[in-house]
Each structure stands twice: as C-alpha cells, then as structure tokens.
C-alpha cells in the first residue's frame, strides 16, 4: 500500500510540475522613448523581486521567459534618463509583441532657460499623445450622456443620448472617428415640437469632436506640433493629480492641426499629468469667417461668408476601470454676438452596445415627464 501511495504521489508532483512548464511563455517586445518613438537602449526589463531579468538591445528589443505561476508579479522597466513604468506579469499572458514606452525625465524648470523651456513643452506633448493608447480605453464601451443646450434665441433643452464607441482610444484618425462612434437620443426635455429645423438639431457631432484625445487635427497632433508656439506655464494641481499647464497657439491653422479648415485662428492651455502624461483638461479657443464646421452644421444663415464666429471649448476626462474617458465638454459657439451653449456630461460606461448603428442628428422622441421629474442635472 505504501509502495502505491509513493508512486501515485511522485506521479502527481510530475504531473504537476509538467503543467507549470507548460504555462512558461516567452515576451517580446520593444522600448520606445514616449517622446520620439526612438527605441530605448539597455533598458532593464525585471520582475520584481526575482532574479528573473533582461535588457533592451541596441535597437530597443528584448526576449523574457515568464510563466502563469508569476501572474501576480510585476514587470518593471527602467531606464537612466526616463521615468520607470510597471506592468503586471499577467498584462502580458497570450500577447506576441510588446511595446513599451518610457516617458523622459522633466528636470527642474527653473534650472533651464525659456528655449530649453518650450523643448520640455513639446516634448511632454508629443508624450502624452503618444501614450494615448496606453493611458485612455481601448474597448469597446459605450456612454450615457446628459446634454444640455442653449441657443441665442433662450431656448433650451436637454436630452439623455446613448454614444458607443467601438474601437476606443486607439485610433486618431477622422475616418475611425466617424466610423466607430454613434450615437442615439433616448430622452428629450422638449414638451412641443421643435419650431425651426435648428431647434431640433441634437449638435451631439460638434461636442463630441472637441475630444481631442479621440479625434485627429488638433495640438495632440504629433505630425504637426511644430505648427504651434509652445510655453509651459507652471504646474497646478488638477483632481488630485500633479499636471504640467501648458499654453499653445496656432501659427497657421489647417485641418490637419486644428481640426477645421476655414480656421484663422487657434489657440489653448493643456492640463497633463507630471507623471504618467495623462490630458486631463483642455481649453482652446477658434476663430473663423463663416459657420461650416466639421461638415455638419446645417444651420448656416444667409450671410455665412461674412459671419465673424468664434467657438470655445473645454474638454475634462477621468478615470475609468478600463482607463480614462471622456468626462465633460462646455462648448461655446458665437456667430455675430448671438451665442449658443451646449454642456456634455458622462453619466456613465456601460458596455457596448451593438444595436446603435448610425448618428441620429435631428431630435424627435417623445417628452417622458416621470424621467425629468425624477432626473438630477449633473453640474
């Protein structure tokens, strides 16, 4: 008995230990400096207290054995000049290729001089861009949003609109930006029918396109950052985070890095993290001749050519399980001193939703008197 007790304990412990073997699994990957997509030479790559370890090549790339029994470990990556980052060992289970992005150290602003100054401006910029993918959600999620609006003439309203997002914050082209995103109004406030075809007009396009971190054509852009004057204007502490503020302007708007091709003017502050370069605010202000915008305002008055339009924007974004999102957008539009308000809240992630296949851009569902006279307006 005690012969077969051994034999099936040493089976077992074989067994065992040929399954842990099984879960070893190799990563490779590559670092990358966040700031110039450069790779990043002899960088440390280790798990945290283990001796299990390895380091950058010449052009960036590294090979390590890890296994599921260190799922709950950390990786750590370092590097002399860039800041350290982390990812869990689990992070990395089925994934063939890795990139890795270290963010440059920022030294003392005040030991620099204003040219050195503005360097570290676009710098951090060009950053925080590149890390977008890293930092914001990449699933596929979708938004409850409150929206409310307000019009020169002191009418308003408010609808509740579902937005999905198929792709997320992983793409910052016009295309993805129009493709992968819809949206559908479930509640209006509006107890009669609208009067004038603008009143019914949801505006939800020219809100959701002051995302600049979902949508192409503006500072985020990397290709055509030196297009702007770059000041750092100090740091400031912005929901409980250490942010870098960080003044642009335009010195040739264009399509391409302002998002709106009959722009003559572009400017704006950015709100990032010091230490991770995460765009947590942004304010910008544009100036135009006329009211085309986006392609999608279809209340253009006669005299367009001649109409002096300005319109603001201030974007805020949070904190999601998944990674951040889109928080609020305050847009401002003027059109010859006659001014019009729209203000966006995120209510809430909720999970994707399939069923919501275009952009509903005129506004005709029914007034639900029990859900406003129970609905809070979010601040």
């Not at 370092?78 to 982390?86: C, L, Q, R």
């Not at 925080?128 to 979708?142: E, G, K, P, V």
Request: glycine letters at 6%; a negative charge; hydrophobic letters at 35%.
């Amino acid at each position: 008995m005690k012969y077969y007790i051994s034999v099936f304990l040493i089976l077992s412990i074989a067994m065992t230990f040929s399954h842990i073997v099984a879960q070893n699994f190799t990563v490779k990957g590559v670092v990358l400096n966040a700031e110039t997509n450069m790779p990043v030479e002899f960088a440390n790559i280790g798990v945290e207290n283990t001796y299990l370890g390895t380091a950058s090549d010449l052009n960036g790339y590294f090979e390590l054995e890890l296994s599921n029994a260190l799922s709950d470990k950390t990786v750590m990556i370092s590097a002399v000049g860039y800041k350290t980052k982390s990812f869990a060992v689990s992070n990395w289970v089925d994934v063939e290729d890795v990139k890795i992005q270290l963010i440059p150290m920022n030294y003392d602003l005040s030991e620099v001089d204003v040219t050195a100054k503005s360097k570290i401006g676009y710098g951090i910029i060009k950053s925080a861009s590149n890390l977008i993918s890293d930092n914001y959600n990449t699933h596929a999620f979708s938004y409850k949003c409150f929206l409310n609006t307000s019009n020169g003439n002191g009418n308003e309203s408010s609808q509740i609109f579902l937005m999905t997002d198929k792709t997320g914050y992983q793409s910052r082209t016009f295309t993805d930006a129009f493709e992968n995103r819809n949206y559908k109004v479930i509640e209006n406030s509006k107890q009669e029918e609208p009067q004038s075809f603008s009143e019914g007009l949801t505006f939800i396009d020219q809100v959701i396109n002051s995302d600049i971190v979902r949508c192409p054509g503006n500072i985020l852009s990397t290709e055509s950052v030196s297009d702007f004057e770059i000041k750092i204007e100090g740091t400031d502490v912005f929901d409980g985070d250490s942010v870098w503020v960080i003044s642009y302007e335009s010195n040739k708007p264009t399509i391409q890095n302002c998002g709106d091709p009959n722009a003559n003017s572009y400017s704006g502050k950015i709100w990032i993290t010091v230490n991770n370069n995460v765009i947590l605010k942004n304010s910008s202000v544009v100036t135009r001749n006329n009211t085309f915008i986006h392609g999608n305002d279809f209340n253009e008055p006669q005299n367009a050519p001649e109409a002096k339009v300005q319109y603001e924007t201030e974007v805020t974004y949070r904190k999601s399980e998944e990674g951040f999102i889109l928080n609020t957008v305050d847009y401002k539009y003027t059109i010859n001193s006659k001014v019009s308000k729209v203000f966006l809240k995120v209510i809430d992630v909720i999970p994707f939703d399939g069923s919501i296949k275009g952009r509903q851009y005129f506004n005709n569902e029914k007034y639900n008197s029990h859900f406003w006279n129970s609905f809070k307006k979010p601040e």
